[in-house]
């Protein structure tokens, strides 16, 4: 599957906008950095990017996950 090219703001807000829908109160979401390598070793997701865990994520760690997960499915970072 080829992964759309964006931004590191427009992946922060796509991340941002998944997490956050139906939240009285946001979770912040940092701007992704691009890794060294292809893709995160780490994952089996191939995305060419990661995002610095927030200390607010502890508690909705889960929903982080899911958020995140569905953008490295889609997009990269240009």
Do not use: C, Y
Request: proline share 8%; aromatic share 6%.
């Amino acid at each position: 599957m080829t992964r759309e090219l964006h931004t590191a703001e427009e992946i922060r807000d796509e991340v941002a906008r998944l997490l956050n829908a139906g939240r009285s109160k946001p979770l912040p979401v940092p701007l992704p950095h691009k890794l060294t390598l292809d893709a995160d070793p780490f994952d089996d997701f191939g995305a060419n990017w990661a995002m610095p865990e927030q200390g607010a994520w502890s508690l909705h760690r889960e929903d982080v996950k899911r958020a995140i997960v569905a953008v490295k499915a889609k997009w990269d970072l240009r």
